[in-house]
């Protein structure tokens, strides 16, 4: 039906930038809203940043100034920019997306399969 592959996780030491990438195919109509989420161990998932389908975006207050969130909706992708990466940003980063599909006009979220981030000190 619909699915979110992620990449661009990997490790990094501090200070350092990484680059991920969530990329929707299959039976797409349309994509509302777009964003990245994350989830360290033993903690709950939050949000890290969103993006609408017109290109306003929303951040955590934790990664304000450091991370920039863009989408090109051309090719059903959004994009998170990681930069002055530190060790409190470890956590798998999971991309979502509120997919409208081809067929059935309803809007659904979809989530990724997760991409792990590990940044050293």
């Known amino acids: 039906q619909v699915q979110l592959v992620e990449s661009g996780g990997g490790l990094v030491q501090a200070g350092g930038s990484l680059r991920l990438s969530c990329a929707a195919s299959?039976?797409?109509?349309?994509?509302?809203?777009m964003g990245w989420y994350r989830q360290a161990p033993g903690k709950q998932r939050e949000l890290v940043a969103t993006?609408?389908?017109?290109?306003?975006?929303n951040y955590a207050d934790s990664v304000k100034g450091r991370f920039t969130i863009s989408r090109d909706n051309a090719k059903n992708t959004v994009y998170l920019q990681m930069n002055s990466l530190k060790p409190e940003d470890t956590s798998v980063y999971y991309c979502?997306?509120?997919?409208?599909?081809?067929?059935?006009?309803?809007?659904?979220?979809?989530w990724g399969q997760g991409t792990q981030v590990t940044v050293s000190s």
């Open positions: 979502n997306a509120e997919v409208v599909h081809t067929i059935v006009r309803i809007a659904t979220p979809y």
């Open positions: 993006i609408t389908s017109g290109g306003k975006t």
């Open positions: 299959g039976m797409i109509f349309s994509i509302n809203d």
